[in-house]
């Protein structure tokens, strides 16, 4: 294969046979709206267009109106983009019909052009780069790409026969590589689920396997030690609203974390901060705290820094009863989520509001001091065991997935010359990605 330079410096060489086209001679804008029977789609960056599955605890999403009738009509095989994360790689062909966002674009397919040549090619790291040069910055996590700017992009067009045999090449190549990132994903999947059940038997069990036991009094705890009490919240929490504490750190609840600095994860952030912080509340080492919307899915957590948090927010100041680790262990734990579950209030499946006057009565099971310490101290090194491995499995897997990403780029834009090469026979495999939304305080 011959190379020559074109203007595209971003790519580089490209082969002298392929055509650079604009995507404005390739797609056409289709905008279809009134079906608001149809299945509600999104677009992310991890897999491209996904049915939206709005009744599943681990996926956040962005409010769903009770009207749809706005929403764009989305066929199967044409191409849509969430505008506002174009520069995150949150567009592609969709595989389903369904509605979007009316701040979509929806397009067609106009040329003779492989549609999922199209999709690998467009999702790739060399176009998601210039998809991001091509948007405006308007605050932090969105810019706004228009419609002008994006049918400018070029695109490398190889003729269609080539397109077919690079889209049976990198289903090949994928599917090896998602063999290895799938097993990966899974060893990590157990080892956290080991990790979450280890807490949850510790901080109602005990350590002492052959310990006496008795009915807390509550399903959702079941048997304690019989040397342990159990009381309402209340008993040793009480509401804390202190305001206008505008120069300490903005601090936020996160499902995987508890309560994290924002500077901690900036990266992560994507809901809107108000100009005006003077309602926001204050939160000291040992307080707990709850995302009163998202306590039922876990963002919930005991704070070790001080700082604001929503005003939105419950904020509760704990009495010694408790270790503040101990503590920390005990409300994020699966038999304490499902308390918040049961007691939160909500016609949304997403948003479900909890309040103090039912929160103050969950039962909180109490080891003495000394025993909530041992506890702390075990999980602390156990968990540390298990996060080490899972931070290694997570590598490896970022390196699958990197070289993944850079056979793809190589290949859609010429690198690789795949005329010729005899693909085996092989099952596809797909790569597993449970969670796939972006992730949201």
Sequence with gaps: ???SKDNLAWLGTIPDHWQVSKLRQILSPFSEKNHPDMPLLSVVREKGVIIRNVESKEENHNYVPDDLSN????????FTMNKMKAWQGSYGVSKYDGIVSPAYFVFNLKCDINRDFFNAAIRSKAYVNYFGQASDGIRVGQWDLSMARMKDIPLLVPPREEQDQIVRFLDWKVSSINKLINIKKKEIKAIDALKRSTVSHAITRGLTADAPMKYSGVKWLGDIPQ??????LYAIAQVK??????????????????VVPFVEREEKRTNATSKDLTNYQRVDPGDFVLNNQQAWRGSVGVSFHSGIVSPAYIVLSLNNTLDSHYANYLFRSRCMVDQYLVISRGVGSIQRNLYWSALKRVVVPIPSK??????????DGLNNKFDATIKKLTEEVAVLEEYKNKIIADTVTGKIDVR???????????EDNDNVDENLE
């Design 1 to 3: 294969m011959s190379y």
């Design 71 to 78: 929403y764009k009509l989305v066929k199967q095989g044409q």
């Design 227 to 232: 040397r342990w009490y159990t009381v309402p």
């Design 241 to 258: 609203s202190i305001n206008n504490c505008i120069d300490l750190p903005l601090m936020s609840v996160y499902l995987d974390a508890g």
């Design 370 to 379: 000394k025993e909530q310490m041992e506890i702390v101290e075990y999980l």
């Design 420 to 430: 010729g090469i005899e693909i085996p026979e092989y099952e596809f495999v797909d």
